[in-house]
């Protein structure tokens, strides 16, 4: 067979090795250098002409020229590894994970089956059962990478109804959820054909946890109403606040109901590998089955979920598929180099979530990532007690789990207490975005019990504990603020 002359990549002159080259270079320098960068740039309207010139492919163009187009249009982002971005879920991305995806893009492997990508698949294998086993689940245990935790956590509800709702009874079965579950949940539950009748968010504690007394008074209600309990979403580590639902004695509830656990782990369920705090998290081998999301407290570059489920047969029963075009895939039947294509909804799937994942542990060590997950934890608590020690600021959530959410709240007389309020979430409103435009911390705000807060949600190794003081949103209350929230 006559070889083709590879010099000309795909048409595109033989620059592109060199531009390879260039840009590792470049990149590595960038990663180092995020700090001193804006935190969050957002395109103004006058930028859309230019990025909508280069988005429109035409002609072909010097890969150089490119290159410094595509740096132009991510200029203009959230810098989600900026040591000082406190806000969302943040991603402090390691250099190493970044290599890591670089490889695994480069080789281009589909792991969705033995034929496709057998070394791949057996390391996703064996780093999703190792996973498993530190946060307690037998060695029935499997799973997958997945893109996020919104599919993990569909995924777990499609569990969920095969295996505890019979075949024709699917209107009368109900899902339990908290008012702190990740909106992604109710999504899925919608997508899945569940009406909103069927789904109860149950109200959350003083400490915005399930209340698991409402939970076991609203399945009895429901039971008595002729309908059929199956499934529960605890949560570890909610988005809002790092909540951490009680799953032991939410699983003795399911265990009664004959009810699935599936906990929403997509911010919390790293803490199985830190150093110190692991305790926290232990009840999550209480679950039937987990979202993961690596890309959030795991140092990842998008996107890194994983789904991982008690009894991994459990997948194969609800995702396991035939294609006549994948018959010679599907002749191969090896328990040790799985076909993941009958784990998932994927058939394409990307090898790079696990290699990525298993390239930064391997290089980092499993201690040393254990340690910079602490320090999310250390960052959130330090902040706290530095708030604490003010006037006039309110913690609204204590530190949990690398979160804490706080306000500017100048007391007010009952009287005029409505317009007081009002004036409060103002003036946080404004404390956060001038944090931003200044590029002091990238705090974005929620809302806590009905009031505007400040939220905190730090976990870059790159910060240091000091820098937690809130000298600068202090600088920000204004004489006009003072005078706002404290007239009477
Ligand atoms: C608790 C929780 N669950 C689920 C999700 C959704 O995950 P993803 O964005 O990876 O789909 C998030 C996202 O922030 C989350 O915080």
Not at 36 to 51: D, F, G
Not at 69 to 97: C, K, Q, W, Y
Request: glycine content about 8%; charged content about 25%.
């Amino acid at each position: 067979m006559a070889v083709t002359d590879k010099s000309d990549d795909f048409d595109v002159g033989t620059d592109v090795h060199a531009a390879i080259n260039d840009l590792t270079r470049r990149l590595a320098e960038h990663s180092k250098n995020v700090d001193k960068e804006p935190i969050i740039k957002v395109a103004q309207p006058e930028h859309v002409p230019y990025l909508r010139k280069i988005g429109t492919p035409g002609a072909a163009h010097d890969v150089g020229t490119v290159l410094e187009e595509a740096f132009t249009a991510f200029d203009f982002r959230l810098r989600v590894n900026h040591p000082r971005f406190m806000g969302l879920i943040p991603s402090p991305t390691s250099p190493v994970a970044w290599l890591g995806d670089v490889v695994a893009s480069a080789f281009n492997a589909l792991g969705a089956s033995k034929l496709q990508a057998s070394g791949p698949v057996v390391i996703e294998k064996t780093l999703i059962e190792w996973l498993a086993s530190r946060i307690g689940f037998p060695a029935t245990a499997g799973g997958v990478c997945v893109s996020g935790g919104s599919m993990a956590n569909l995924m777990g509800i499609v569990l969920a109804r095969d295996r505890c709702v019979p075949h024709g009874e699917e209107q009368r079965a109900v899902a339990y959820l908290s008012d702190q579950t990740h909106y992604s949940v109710a999504k899925a539950l919608r997508l899945l054909g569940f009406k909103s009748d069927r789904v109860r968010k149950l109200p959350s504690d003083e400490s915005f946890r399930m209340d698991v007394g409402g939970l076991q008074q609203a399945t009895r209600d429901d039971r008595a109403s002729g309908l059929m309990p199956f499934l529960v979403v605890g949560s570890c580590g909610t988005t809002n606040t790092g909540a951490v639902d009680p799953l032991k004695r939410i699983a003795d509830v399911c265990k009664t109901e004959g009810m699935w656990l599936h906990v929403d782990g997509a911010y919390g369920a790293s803490v199985s590998l830190s150093a110190t705090r692991r305790d926290v998290v232990n009840e999550l081998q209480y679950a039937d089955s987990l979202s993961w999301d690596a890309h959030k407290w795991l140092f990842q570059t998008y996107s890194c979920g994983l789904f991982i489920v008690k009894d991994k047969a459990n997948m194969v029963k609800s995702f396991a598929n035939k294609g006549d075009y994948l018959r010679d895939g599907t002749a191969f039947v090896d328990d040790d180099i799985p076909n993941f294509w009958n784990y998932t909804m994927e058939l394409t799937r990307p090898a790079s979530r696990a290699m990525k994942l298993w390239f930064t542990l391997r290089v980092i060590g499993t201690e040393r990532i254990g340690e910079m997950i602490d320090h999310g934890f250390k960052l959130a608590e330090r902040a706290e007690s530095e708030i604490r020690a003010l006037q006039d600021w309110e913690i609204l959530s204590p530190a949990n789990m690398g979160v804490v959410t706080f306000r500017y709240a100048a007391r007010a007389t009952a009287a005029e207490h409505g317009q007081h309020e009002e004036a409060l979430d103002a003036i946080n409103s404004r404390i956060s975005k001038e944090l931003i435009s200044s590029n002091v911390a990238g705090i974005l705000t929620t809302k806590v019990q009905g009031k505007v807060a400040l939220r905190i949600c730090a976990l870059s190794p790159h910060l240091a504990l000091e820098d937690m003081a809130p000298v600068h949103p202090v600088a920000l209350i204004s004489e006009e603020d003072i005078i706002v929230t404290k007239q009477d």
